[in-house]
């Protein structure tokens, strides 16, 4: 079966380091998205990218992140100078929605990034 | 605003019985769906089940069954026959308008733990 999946599986960085996280989201899918679950908390929608180019961003989602789908199979994200408050798992997600009814939306492994 | 509510934080269930979790949502828009996901200790998201706010009966997917009351805005998951494995932590999410980018608004979640 189909499923996403999402590079590294853990990240350690240092404070203001720069670092990129790779999903590579099911082929036929349309709708591409990042979220992110602080330790114990609930999990918080960042970005949503259809058709090459965001469609909605968060709050979270300031100057320091970026995505980007720099081929036919991979998403990235990308935090430019990371926080200690960056910590967090952070989860790629995608959809096909080509008919409403197939709005479910799948979720890789998640990345564990830890920011020291 | 659109916001969905699990208020229960922690639930024990015994192996082989049936267990509810409670969720309530708000939204003012006519069409929405509603998920299940289950997140193992491992933190995968794993999606158990959809209903749609227009699918007249309950959406039901193995032993996974959605008690749907759009009247009274709640969506409970009823797990069946529990088992061991059924351990994990339980986000209701429901997804946002359709004039975004359908991404998706979670609860707080509910850890369930089956006794054997």
């Known amino acids: 079966e189909p499923e996403v999946t999402q590079t590294p599986s853990h990240q350690v960085t240092q404070m203001g380091q720069e670092v990129i996280l790779r999903c590579v989201p099911i082929?036929?899918?349309?709708?591409f998205y990042w979220y992110r679950q602080i330790l114990g908390q609930k999990v918080e929608f960042l970005v949503s990218?259809?058709?090459?180019?965001?469609?909605?961003k968060s709050e979270i989602f300031d100057d320091q992140f970026s995505v980007e789908r720099p081929d036919g199979s991979n998403f990235t994200l990308k935090i430019r100078s990371t926080k200690l408050e960056d910590s967090a798992m952070y989860f790629c997600?995608?959809?096909?929605?080509?008919?409403?009814?197939?709005?479910?939306?799948?979720f890789g492994p998640g990345t564990r990034l830890l920011v020291l | 605003a659109q916001k969905i509510t699990q208020t229960q934080p922690g639930m024990f269930v015994q192996e082989k019985e049936a267990v509810t979790l409670d969720c309530t949502y708000d939204?003012?828009?006519?069409?929405?769906?509603l998920f299940w996901y289950k997140q193992p200790s491992s933190g995968e998201m794993i999606f158990l089940i959809y209903?749609?706010?227009?699918?007249?009966q309950n959406a039901t997917e193995g032993r996974y069954s959605l008690n749907f009351q759009k009247a009274r805005k709640s969506a409970n998951l009823v797990i069946s026959a529990s088992q061991l494995g059924d351990s994990a932590m339980y986000f209701c999410?429901?997804?946002?308008?359709?004039?975004?980018?359908?991404?998706?608004?979670f609860g707080s979640g509910t850890r369930l733990l089956v006794r054997p």
């Open positions: 997600a995608s959809s096909p929605l080509v008919e409403l009814s197939e709005e479910t939306q799948y």
């Open positions: 082929s036929n899918h349309l709708y």
């Open positions: 990218f259809y058709n090459n180019e965001i469609s909605e």
């Open positions: 939204t003012s828009d006519q069409s929405y769906g």
């Open positions: 209903q749609g706010s227009y699918d007249e």
């Open positions: 999410a429901m997804r946002g308008r359709m004039d975004s980018s359908y991404k998706l608004i």
